[in-house]
């Protein structure tokens, strides 16, 4: 959209076109997946500071990607249309192309961590696939540099106690999809909800803390159910459209605000006053559509809307499991999208924040409309493996998208998740 930063928004009808402007043919469906992970210092564990991602950035830079600076601060990496960003605490992030199916993903992946090998090798830099730091104290992980995150540090434990945690802390993937129309939306917005408590279940991979278990399977999920502005969003629970996102959305505070290079640090004040030309600190400047998807992006519920649909709730994995979170929510998203909502849509409030807030703990044990969610796992495996049938979206060897479910099936199979697979080892590894 060429006129997203200079034009500003008079009313809540551009606001709806900028979803509208979302809208994707059933031909163009695409898949994006960003995954984060934590970087550690070989010789013992601590995280890498700026320096170290500066080295790596470097040796990267000699491979076709482009330095993405902030003032004179080198904070991230470009080519084409793929980004490589780093969180408050030095997270590294891959954020992916958007592909039509899960076999470039994956291989984009691949071919990403095949670089990162030679990477690690010469800087003495290791990598953890766990989603919640088990061996640093908060307060000794360095800080990034960015100007937003500064802001978000002093702002954010003022609205939740983790959320520091959160940050510095914490490592995810996301998946990113289309919606055709605002409808269609509804439904995937609706289904990514309602399953947050089966994805934390089958994708929990962070049961430590501080260097011994936490007594949470996916304590990633623990800090971000205490993380400001997180969460499920309540209005999942009711009839949805573009413009009751939008309703719901404005009348959170502005975190942070950017002007002309400038950071503003927040007041109370929410997107709707600014709308309105209320903001005490731009006399009567109204926001553009940037200052709105910024704004969007400072929600950070479990799911999400931009002008994709974003899947925020899975803990961060290896690069041998990472596309299997990706190839079920596929099946089910883009394969089997009607009889996945047929079977969630009467779920209750009640039943699904239960669950939610259960699931980190019990896992696939937890209870959800009377099943546990081990049992809930194999009927929407089933669905997924079909959704991804139909596609029959073929590799070079002729094989479609299911052959990335295999690290689903053994969980659902041998009823172990990663994360007890993870503290069994510990404890033999303690006897």
Known sequence: MSNKSTSFIENKTQ??????DGIKKDTNLRIGVEHEKFLFNKTDLKRIDYDKIKKIFEILKKKGWEPQLEKDKLIGLKRQNQKITTEPGFQYELSGAPFKNIHSVCSENSSHFNELKEVF?????TTSSIAYDPFNKLI????????????????????????????????????????????DFEKKFKIGNYLVPLTIALFANSPFYENKPSGF???????WQETNRGGIMPIAFEKVSFEKYIDHTINYPILFLEKNGKYHSPNGQTF????????SFLKGEKPSLENFENHLGTIFTEIRLK?????RSLDTCNFGCICNGPSFFTGLIYGSLEETYQIIKNWTKQEVMEAYLNSPKQGLNTLLNNKKLIEWGRIF??????????RNELNKSGKNETIYLKHIEEIISNKK???????EQYNKTKK
Do not use: C, H
């Open 15 to 20: 606001l709806i076109q900028y979803f509208n």
């Open 307 to 311: 002008q994709v649909i974003e899947f």
């Open 417 to 423: 998740t990663r994360a007890e697979m993870l503290v």
């Open 381 to 390: 495996l089933d669905l997924s493996k079909k959704g991804l049938e139909k």
């Open 217 to 223: 399977l996916s304590y990633r999920t623990k800090v």
């Open 121 to 125: 090798k010469s800087t003495n830099i």
């Open 140 to 183: 000794d992980i360095p800080k990034s540099p960015k100007e937003r995150y500064k802001i978000m540090t002093a702002e954010m434990p003022k609205g939740g106690k983790l959320s520091l945690d959160m940050m510095y802390k914490t490592a995810g993937i996301q998946i990113n999809y289309d919606y055709t129309s605002e409808e």
């Open 272 to 279: 709707s006053d600014f709308l309105k030309g209320n903001l």
